[in-house]
């Protein structure tokens, strides 16, 4: 027996929210702000306006449908089924936290404050809703994502980018190569190193590639292609700067093998959710198999 869709709502909690749990009350939130110059009104609207959308998105979903919640600090621990069918209501990096956990679920994202948001993934009014679960799945770009495992098959996936480093972004050492480079490998001591793809590109990735001088091409958001850069690479008598920026292809990798006590490797900005790498362990970054599916 098939199961209807299940309308799955991601959301995160305001900064209002936040102020009044830190602070107990909206007045203490409020006079705290007032004693450093700021109105709390601004903020409080902008709560309001999220409150909004998803009480509008919510009544626009078919009264046979299943519905979910889930707040963002608990996508970790949310189940995702085939079915779902996923309304992001909120800013564009609450697509790509979300998107890692997802395996070709389409996705609408629905943005509370135009405007303020650059609207690259969440690229609907909450007024559009109704019309889009009318046609779950139709007219969706398929996102390239990017891939980073470890020799101890720890995996992670992003839509935007994969920082590898150290821990509090100090030296990091590692020996870095590329597929195709004949084994040759650089040793390096750097602020870390950056991959990412087209939707990457608009972001932390893009900030990286105009200080470069923009000498690499970018790719788009659905282009089988990555650019890596090595952030702020040292010259030393043991260590290099030949490798520190490029584009990995398909079925290309980048490998780094870890010099350093210990690094991370973590995804679209989220530094809680970090693989954990030892001297001699070996990771390769490349293009994932896996795609977002958003709605255009």
Known sequence: MSLTPRAVLVHRTTEYEELVARHGTHGQAAFLLASRGRDIAEVAERHRRTRRALADV??????????????????????????????????????????????????????????RNPGVLVRHRPRDAAKLLASPGTACEELTMVEAVADDTQRLVALNEIYLGAPGHQTARYRLGLDGDGGVAEAQASSGVLVGTGTGATGWLRSVWQE????????????????????????????????????????????????????????DGIETDALQLTWGQTIRVGVCERRLRLAG
């Open 58 to 115: 919510t009544a626009a979903i078919p009264l046979t449908w299943r519905q979910a919640r889930v707040e963002r600090a608990d996508l970790e621990r949310f189940l995702f089924a085939p079915e779902d069918l996923v309304v992001v209501v909120g800013q564009d990096g609450l697509v790509a936290n979300v998107a890692k956990y997802l395996t070709g679920q389409p996705v609408i994202g629905i943005d509370t404050d135009p405007g």
């Open 212 to 267: 470069r001088g923009g000498r690499l091409a970018l790719p788009s958001p659905t282009e089988d292609r990555l650019v890596w850069f090595v952030r702020e690479a040292w010259p030393s008598p043991v260590t290099g700067t030949r490798l520190v920026a490029g584009e990995l292809a398909a079925a290309a990798a980048l490998t780094l093998s870890v010099e350093s006590d210990r690094l991370i490797a973590f995804g």
